[in-house]
């Protein structure tokens, strides 16, 4: 597949019984209508991938298999990056987004996932996202559909500054070869070069209002991103998420007013149909045995107040 450069991502999934490719082809189709392109491969072709030199965002969807291992498809790439004469360093080019799925039935949650993401924060990867840890056991839609909904916006921004960072060094390599600087000038615009990007690095998350009028300007569709946990949507991580549960209503129970005969003539015509009134229980008598179908109680209300 072949991408804009400045538009491209690499989605990397891996999967055991297809669930986390079906959500890759699905970040896949999205990206399109972002303006983007994700170059997407399983995590197992790694001849057609290189994180080594990938400069561009990288995705990836992974979920657990057996007792917390990633999938059969990613164990060479596991084996791989778990090489312990691998510097700390190793992946300090790469920006990454990762999305596990798993069960939480089982012991060891989204583990795959989680191996993977520790590794490559060992080796120095940065995350432009934060991990997405998705839950087969309550609907895997719960976190994976807000996580796709956040993802374009961080892309966005994760492009963005990565197209800044390699203005900069173009400008240092034009003005390198160009002037043909002694050494210890090549050294000092390089040395404030990474100073930039460190500001740049350090700057990035603070300033996602002014990054995302940038994107604005160089016409990406941003979409509107719920950022409210509730039941239905959560936001990653969502274990770090305050789902609240809605109090129930108090409770009231219907009194139907009788014949009154006389007693009260002006009751039934003070009372509309929705009209609901607080009044004190006076008196409560259970009139049923404990073992009846259908509870009867007596209960005495003082309406005098109301
Ligand atoms: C045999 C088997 C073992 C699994 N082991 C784990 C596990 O150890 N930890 C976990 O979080 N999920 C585990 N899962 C749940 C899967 O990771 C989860 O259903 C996921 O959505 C499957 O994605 P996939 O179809 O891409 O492989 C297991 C599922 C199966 C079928």
């Known amino acids: 597949m072949c991408c804009d450069l400045k538009r491209r991502f690499l989605l990397l999934y891996a999967t055991q019984k297809g669930q986390a490719k079906a959500i890759a082809e699905e970040i896949w189709q999205q990206a399109g209508t972002h303006g983007l392109e994700a170059d997407m491969h399983c995590i197992s072709e790694m001849d057609k991938y290189n994180l080594e030199t990938e400069k561009d965002p990288v995705v990836i969807v992974i979920s657990t298999t057996g007792t917390g291992d990633p999938p059969d498809t990613a164990r060479k790439f596991v ?5 312990s004469t ?18 939480s039935e089982y012991m060891f949650f989204c583990n795959g996932g989680k191996t993977v993401d520790r590794r490559l924060q ?6 432009f996202y934060d991990t997405g840890l998705a839950d087969d056991c309550v609907g895997l839609e719960l976190v994976v559909d807000p996580w796709i909904d956040g993802l374009w916006l961080a892309l966005k921004e994760a492009l963005l500054l990565q197209k800044e960072k390699e203005g900069m060094n173009n400008v240092v390599d ?4 160009s002037l043909s600087l002694a050494p210890h000038v090549v050294h000092e615009l390089n040395l404030n070069s990474e100073v930039q990007n460190l500001k740049l690095e350090d700057e990035g998350a603070k300033s996602s209002d002014v990054l995302s009028q940038k994107v604005d300007d160089i016409n990406l569709v941003t979409p509107a991103r719920n950022t409210e946990p509730s039941l239905v949507n959560s936001i990653p991580p969502l274990s770090q998420s305050a789902l ?3 109090a129930l209503p108090p409770e009231y129970i219907e009194v139907q007013f009788q014949g009154t005969h006389g007693e009260n003539p002006h009751l039934s ?3 509309s149909e929705e009209t609901t009134f607080e009044v004190p229980v006076t008196k409560a008598v259970q009139l049923t045995r404990e073992d009846a179908i259908k509870t009867a109680l007596l209960l005495e209300l003082d309406i005098s107040v109301s």
């Open 174 to 177: 034009a003005v390198t070869s």
């Open 269 to 271: 015509s003070l009372i």
């Open 79 to 83: 084996k791989k990056i778990q090489d």
């Open 86 to 103: 691998l510097p700390p360093d190793h992946f300090a080019h790469l920006q990454y987004g990762l999305l596990g799925l798993g069960d």
């Open 122 to 127: 060992e080796l120095g990867a940065q995350h």
């Open 244 to 246: 609240n549960i809605p």
